[in-house]
């Protein structure tokens, strides 16, 4: 295991090294370590020998998702997208609630026999997206801002947004036969996401107060409030689960909170915690690589997990787009790039490690929701890594040569 740990390291310094040679190629970080945690892995050198009850792999992947899940909603607060939020709003109500609709669907047409809570947990489990999967084409200055803030705030938010629908399949998908006849799971699932919204919103708005109040009397220095900023996103993580509410919504909640009260001076003062929980996903799609992918391989007998997987990246995402875009008067080649690049991520990942836990504690074995959400984020990191740049690049120069004024490149604050 040292060795395996060792050899992840080393991997990790030269994709430091190699970071800019490796973008220009359409070489992603994710890829990047997802393939070498298959590679240290029992599939490939064994060196590395993870399972899902290795002690720490469940709290380094929560703990990742709700810094990342604090930082983007302290970052994308309303007020900094009120000049043209309807676009990210459309892909934030009918766009998600479309795609976790046509993903249960689905999943009910390809595995009838595992019920309508498998396939309504894996229609949630699979509609956020992860914005690090397809940077190049939020980076780039040739699509329109609209475009890119509409997909950036998208990413940023919908796995907030999906945290309490995951939660409350998830309570359905584990109840008993009985449980799930009389209701008796609900109750505890909405104390759950009140419990989470309640503490969320008191610790960001009770810190963001204290730190605007520490400014303004000079009694602290910006250093200090961004290691304070970073373990105030831990406090409403923890202090969530210690109320007995859900750690992520309230990490949500309170990024939202706090970037309210805080403004503009957010963005500087979460830098470390965006760094820090960067970091950390290397860790975690290491994890995915050495873990997931080889178990998917195992338990994959049939073909339904990939077509799954392959319907998830492509209509169950593009067509609530296309609906959700009507009437936005972009044309269809945008609408189309918007459709594909719904990358699924990190919250995927930990998602699924919830899942199964949770029905493996229940003596409910999940390997088929487990494969299909595997080969979903496994083709999605590679699909949506390697077309970032030449569809990016093809989408500017057809927008270059098309008829203006365009909806997509109207003037809004970037």
């Known amino acids: 295991m040292v060795w395996g740990v060792t050899l992840f390291a080393v991997i990790i310094v030269l994709y430091g090294a190699l970071a800019g040679t490796l973008g220009r190629w359409s070489i992603t970080a994710p890829m990047i370590f997802v393939a070498a945690g298959l590679l240290l892995s029992s599939l490939g050198l064994n060196v590395i020998q993870l399972s899902m009850q290795t002690e720490g792999i469940k709290q ?15 970052t994308l607060s309303f007020r900094q997208v009120r000049e043209d939020a309807m676009l990210p709003a459309r892909l934030l109500t009918v766009g998600i609630l479309l795609t976790i609709a046509l993903g249960t669907i689905t999943a009910l047409i390809l595995f009838p026999v595992e019920g309508l809570a ?9 509609a956020p997206t992860d914005a690090a999967l397809g940077l190049p084409i939020f980076n780039n200055p040739a699509v329109p801002a609209r475009v890119r803030r509409a997909l950036n705030v998208e990413s940023g938010l919908n796995d ?21 006849r009389s209701g008796g799971w609900l109750p505890t699932a909405l104390a759950e996401i009140g419990l989470a919204v309640l503490a969320g919103a008191g610790i960001g708005m009770a810190g963001g107060w204290l730190f605007r109040l520490a400014a303004r009397r000079g009694w602290t220095e910006s250093a200090a ?14 202090g969530s689960l210690a109320l007995g509410g859900n750690g992520f919504i309230a990490a949500f909640v309170g990024g939202i909170a706090f970037g ?4 503009r001076q957010a963005v500087d003062l979460i830098e470390p915690t965006e760094d820090l929980g960067m970091i950390l996903s290397i860790l975690v799609w290491g994890i995915f690589g050495a873990l997931f992918v080889p178990l998917a391989l195992h338990y994959t007998t049939d073909w339904r997990p990939v077509l799954y997987a392959i319907l998830s990246l492509t209509v169950i995402r593009m067509a609530p787009v296309a609906l959700a875009m009507r009437g936005a008067g972009f044309r269809r080649d945008t609408v189309a790039l918007m459709g594909w690049f719904g990358p699924r991520g990190l919250a995927s990942v930990v998602f699924t490690l919830m899942a199964f836990l949770e ?56």
């Open 359 to 414: 029905f493996e504690h229940a003596g409910r074995p999940i390997d088929t929701l487990a494969a299909t959400a595997t080969w979903t984020i496994l083709l999605s990191v590679f699909a949506h890594g390697m077309s970032a740049v030449p569809l990016s690049a093809w989408y500017a120069r057809r927008l270059a040569r098309a008829p203006q004024p365009l909806a997509e490149t109207a003037v809004v604050a970037d």
């Open 260 to 263: 309210n009260v805080m403004g």
């Open 60 to 74: 380094l992947t929560e703990i990742t998702l709700a810094l990342l899940l604090f930082a983007d909603a302290s």
């Open 225 to 238: 409030l961004q290691v304070g900023t970073l373990a105030l996103g831990l406090a409403a993580y923890l």
């Open 118 to 126: 498998f396939a309504a947990l894996s229609g949630a489990i699979l």
């Open 160 to 180: 907030g947004i999906a945290t309490p629908i995951v939660t409350l399949f998830l309570a359905f998908a584990a109840a008993t036969e009985a449980q799930a």
